[in-house]
């Protein structure tokens, strides 16, 4: 069966080296691939962006950029210097986006982070589109607004957009952040309007989940609403891929490719049936 609508990032399948990944992807059809910087780290470069072409994959997102806030002004200058080297890394990986974790620092109010956040990819958003990148901002669940992301929920980020006005940044929206807000489908429509619904993500939220950050379900392990989630992209007019974004350390302890299958089987059983 062919996964040509279905992309997967390489932190789904962590254990796996870059080249697995594209092999393992590729025998199973799967159309697109987000990479992450972990996964080629030490990597040429120029000869991965190769095997993804000659793979037959769809390059989408490199992942991930961001973490702009800090308490000082030389932690804020390190983080866009961090980024510039992001986006020099996807464009020779022939990325079209750069997806931003926007940061949060202890001890800062809310309103500090958003301003820091909103500044660092004003400041880069130019740059980006002079090396073909897009900027996609990511919003996180409220759970981890203390110290990983100050734009939590898809409405911030919306508002972030509209304030930025910039024709080089756009949303990244997961599932797995967005499926609690009461105005979702109104958010997303917004996000559609305004030209930033650019990259979907998808898996599930286990309400039982062991850790906050490495126990996230495959779509049908949770509480998601994954087919009215999808109605709603559909219906705002996105048609790009659908993202698989699983932390699981529980599966990074097992088979990849028996992990990689049962994705797949849950992608089937929810989006197509």
Known sequence: ????????????????????????????????ISIWRETVEGEDLCSVARQVKDAGIKGISLVRGGFFTGKTEKERFDALEENRQAIREAEILDLPSLVLVCGATVGQTPRENYEQIRDGIGALADEARNHGVRLLVEPLHPIYAGDRSGISSLKVANDLCEELNHENVGIALDVYHVWWEMDLGEQIERCADGGWLDAYHICDFKPDQSDILLDRGIMGEGCVDLVGIDRMMGEAGFDGLREVEIFSSKWWERDQGEFLDEILSSFDQIYRD
Request: aromatic share 12%; net charge negative.
């Open 1 to 32: 069966m062919s996964y040509q609508d279905l992309a997967v990032h390489t932190f789904t399948t962590k254990p796996w080296s870059i080249d697995e990944c594209i092999e393992g992807y590729a025998r199973r059809g799967i159309g697109g």
